[in-house]
């Protein structure tokens, strides 16, 4: 099993992320990723500044590795993106709390269950899933789905 940190400030307990993720990895060097909770302004400038849309969204992801998606992340592929654990790190997902709150409402479930749906999501992304055409969609749905229902995080969560 892939060893997995994620790095988070914040009082989230991020455990059940790295053991879902941790199972569903193979790579021969430990990973680290780092999940940050912001208000709508930091989601908003980042968002225009990262991406050039000056509007608030509810989760953004600065993947650090390419051309990982399905394959074995390996240490001798990333000699200079070691930290300095030395492990190797995935990047960054932001969540925007405000909005995860508004969507949480606004789907009929708990804030728990968008909090980790949105980080899920994000660390998707740092793995090279991506939703650009109905495929792809599907494939990063699928992946979201099933590290969700291993967490025990069901859509009717409350």
């Known amino acids: 099993m892939t060893e997995l940190t994620i790095e988070c400030e914040e009082d989230f307990d991020v455990s059940p992320i790295e ?7 193979s790579s021969n060097v430990p990973l680290a990723a780092e999940l940050i909770f912001t208000d709508e302004e930091g989601i908003r400038s980042l968002n225009a500044r990262e991406r050039g849309k000056d509007a608030v969204t509810d989760v953004l992801s600065f993947p650090n590795l390419s051309g990982i998606f399905r ?6 592929d990333f000699p200079y993106d070691l930290d300095e654990e030395e492990h190797l790190f995935l ?3 932001v969540i925007c709390r405000k909005r995860a709150e508004e969507q949480a ?14 980080a899920v999501h994000g660390l998707c992304h740092l793995l090279g899933y991506d ?6 969609k599907s494939a990063m749905r699928e ?6 229902a ?8 409350q």
Not at 143 to 148: F, M, N, Q, R
Not at 150 to 157: K, T
């Open 71 to 76: 394959k074995e992340i390996r240490k001798e």
């Open 91 to 93: 990047g960054s997902v």
């Open 131 to 136: 939703h650009e055409n109905d495929a792809d």
């Open 143 to 148: 992946a979201e789905e099933s590290a969700l």
């Open 19 to 25: 053991k879902a993720f941790a199972a569903r990895i």
């Open 105 to 118: 409402e606004e789907y009929g479930h708990s804030l728990k269950r968008e909090l980790y749906y949105l």
């Open 150 to 157: 291993e967490m025990g995080i069901g859509r009717e969560e």
